[in-house]
């Protein structure tokens, strides 16, 4: 389907968001790296240019990148400020008591003899004058000198310089961010002067400066010249829309330049969302420590899952800052996102989204489509079968519903021969029961029409209808809960309504479903399968797949099946990812937890989980080597008297009798985090949290604050 509205080519209207009157529209384009920091809605030009050359290093899988400056990798050893500041202020006591004892001669002339054998006699016998005692004076520094060095090293001198001295006031104070040069300033637009652009460059450049640009603009204007360096769309055609709109070039099908609000930090130069920082804990790998969190495209293409009971943020403080992030870069023309939840569930205003389907509000201005844009029966019956009965289908990761899928291919097809289209939800109740009057009349439309294997389908039909254990009954049953007054205006097949297909995820249109869980939660759950499987199934058969396209699935209860796990494994290769909630993992058939957590690539544990969730965590995270260092205390046994007087002194003192260490160090395997830990010690607003990317790059479980 064209981003207009138009009729794709399988023939079902798919985004039908009107386009907004200007010039000619560039398509969007791949999508670019993360990035680090948020920037205003509308910064004025220094803000936006500070933000635009701000450094944005290589970094480990998830670090906000926005400023970031790289630690060690490994945690150096620092001594204690107490321990360094005593050690260092023995060390000079002994420098100057040793110089004092050599230049009172209390330690003999040793240290003279170099002295006497290499200078001229007249200077040793003290008749050299001034020359001879300058000398003299100086070989006394020399060799004082010497001393304190060596002190100095054993008291660590140097260490005290870095930490307290000149390097360290240099490190805290700001540095002074030097303007790039302009052949590398990215607000200077070099790739487009380089490619004979110039005066598209200059343009834009201006723009910036008089502060009429912002970070989705240049986003989506990077991306359309991504495009015409593919090949994809002519030099002219972006020159001449960026000469007559500026930074408003290349817009948006709908219009928008940003959201009217934002709640979390974003850097549309990397495509990073700020989610919170890595804490200050010694569980967390030393490079990671205080580093800011940002998720981007490289981390949600392989899936993420939070888990988390409520009020523990996986709404407010996951799912809002992502579905954000994804609206922004959908502006930018780099993704298409598909938003699912509750009515009034909090995942952004209304005019975030192009499309807002309500389903069950008679004010929706959008329908959903029930068989997904697609023409195939066998397709949309596959599809409609997992979101009927996909939960009702053997947890085993084996199991299937090819059953069900079979019976709905044997409806649908003869009906698309007769009619057109796909049945109703009515109709299909209707066919599901055998009712006379409608399978008649489908059966009279067959005949005579030359489609044997179409009747062959209905016969088919009717002979497994009469043995047990028919799973037409089953389908009826959930096809009924859709057949509700609540939803008689909506999955209308006729053509009256907007229906809104998953097909269009080729464009970068933001979407939002808002089901019905109040005094509907069965029916709210199978939407939710719907809207999975025909994500799933859209974003494989897409053609053009530099789109990135997620789905951010608010709670994924009742969901997750056999069928759903497979297509998450597969939503990698096609540039795509989701993003799923559980309050529990008990909301997933026991067979099918282990397979869930293996498919995503990022998996968040949220405070407040219990030791039996904490466990299925535990075993997917696996363990590691650590050194565990054993400390015992074993008590001196004096064997002279003296010593017994010693050790009896000394108990009388302490309090404590005279013992001896022993330190044993020795190599353990050991859970990353245990179930004990992930259910107590991780704090509210917190969760534990473990990445990959789509090249295979890996980060540990790590601590983060979600508020920091």
């Given at each position: ?167 360290a006031w240099h490190q805290a104070a700001p540095v002074q961010e030097k303007l790039p040069d302009p052949q590398e300033d990215p607000a200077e637009w070099p790739q487009l002067r380089a490619a004979g652009a110039a005066d598209a460059a200059e ?506």
């Open positions: 389907m064209d981003s207009d509205g138009t009729q794709d080519a399988r023939g079902t209207q798919a985004n039908p968001v009107p386009r907004p009157a200007g010039p000619p529209r560039i398509p969007a384009m791949p999508p670019g790296p993360p990035t680090e920091q948020a920037v205003p809605p509308r910064p004025d030009g220094t803000a936006f240019l500070n933000w635009l050359r701000a450094p944005r290093p290589e970094a480990l899988p998830g670090v906000w990148r926005f400023g970031y400056r790289p630690r060690p990798v490994e945690e150096p050893e620092l001594t204690p400020t107490r321990q360094l500041l005593s050690g260092a202020l023995i060390g000079l006591l002994c420098a100057w008591l040793l110089c004092s004892l050599l230049y009172n001669g209390y330690l003999g002339s040793f240290w003279l003899w170099p002295w006497f054998a290499l200078a001229p006699d007249s200077w040793t016998t003290g008749r050299g004058g001034a020359v001879g005692g300058a000398a003299s004076w100086i070989y006394e520094a020399l060799v004082f000198g010497l001393v304190f060095i060596g002190l100095g090293r054993i008291g660590r001198w140097g260490e005290i310089w870095q930490r307290f001295g000149p390097p343009r834009l450049a201006g723009d910036a400066r008089a502060g009429l640009m912002r970070d989705v603009d240049h986003a989506r204007i990077s991306r359309a010249w991504q495009g015409v360096r593919t090949g994809l769309h002519p030099l002219a055609t972006f020159t001449g829309a960026v000469l007559k709109d500026g930074a408003a070039a290349c817009a948006h099908p709908s219009g928008a330049r940003d959201l009217t609000s934002r709640v979390a930090r974003h850097d549309l130069v990397t495509g990073q969302v700020r989610l919170g920082a890595t804490a200050d804990d010694a569980r967390n790998p030393y490079a990671y420590r205080g580093a800011g969190l940002g998720l981007g495209p490289d981390l949600l293409g392989t899936s993420l899952l939070a888990v988390g009971p409520p009020g523990s943020g996986k709404t407010g403080a996951v799912v809002r800052p992502l579905a954000e992030s994804l609206c922004l870069n959908a502006l930018a023309g780099r993704a298409a996102v598909v938003v699912v939840g509750g009515a009034g569930a909090g995942l952004g205003p209304a005019d975030a989204y192009d499309v807002v389907v309500r389903i069950g509000n008679p004010d929706s201005v959008y329908d959903l489509d029930l068989y997904g844009g697609s023409g195939d029966p066998d397709e949309a019956a596959a599809v409609l079968a997992e979101a009927l009965v996909g939960d009702l289908t053997d947890p085993h990761p084996s199991g299937d519903s090819r059953r069900s899928t079979t019976v709905l291919a044997q409806l649908l097809g003869p009906f698309r021969a007769v009619h057109g289209r796909f049945p109703s939800v009515p109709e299909l109740r209707q066919l599901l029961d055998m009712a006379p009057g409608p399978w008649d009349a489908l059966r009279t439309g067959l005949q005579g029409s030359g489609q044997e294997s179409l009747l062959r389908e209905l016969d088919a039909r009717e002979r497994q209808a009469r043995q047990p254990g028919d799973v037409a009954a089953v389908l009826a049953d959930r096809v009924a809960l859709l057949d509700r007054p609540a939803f008689a205006g909506f999955f209308d097949t006729s053509g009256r309504s907007r229906p809104f297909s998953l097909t269009s995820l080729d464009h970068p249109v933001r979407v939002r479903v808002d089901l019905p869980e109040r005094g509907h939660a069965d029916a709210s759950r199978m939407l939710a399968r719907l809207v999975l499987a025909q994500f799933t199934a859209s974003v494989a058969a897409r053609e053009d797949r530099s789109l990135f396209a997620c789905l951010v699935l608010d709670d994924a209860s009742a969901v997750v099946t056999p069928e759903a796990v497979r297509g998450i494994q597969r939503l990698r290769s096609a540039n795509a990812g989701a993003v799923l909630t559980l309050r529990t993992l008990d909301d997933v058939p026991r067979p099918l937890r282990g397979p869930l957590l293996g498919a995503t690539g990022c998996r968040m544990a949220l405070s407040g989980l219990t030791p039996w969730d904490g466990q299925d965590f535990a075993e997917v995270w696996g363990k590691e080597w650590i050194e565990a260092r054993d400390v015992t205390d074993r008590q001196i046994i004096a064997e002279t008297p003296a010593g017994k007087a010693v050790h009896m002194l000394r108990r009388v003192i302490t309090g404590k009798a005279p013992t001896a260490r022993a330190v044993t160090v020795r190599q353990v395997e050991r859970e990353r985090w245990s179930a004990s830990e992930l259910a107590h010690a991780v704090p509210p607003g917190h969760a534990v949290l473990s990445l990959t990317t789509v090249t295979g790059d890996h980060a540990p479980p790590l601590l983060v604050d979600l508020r920091g």
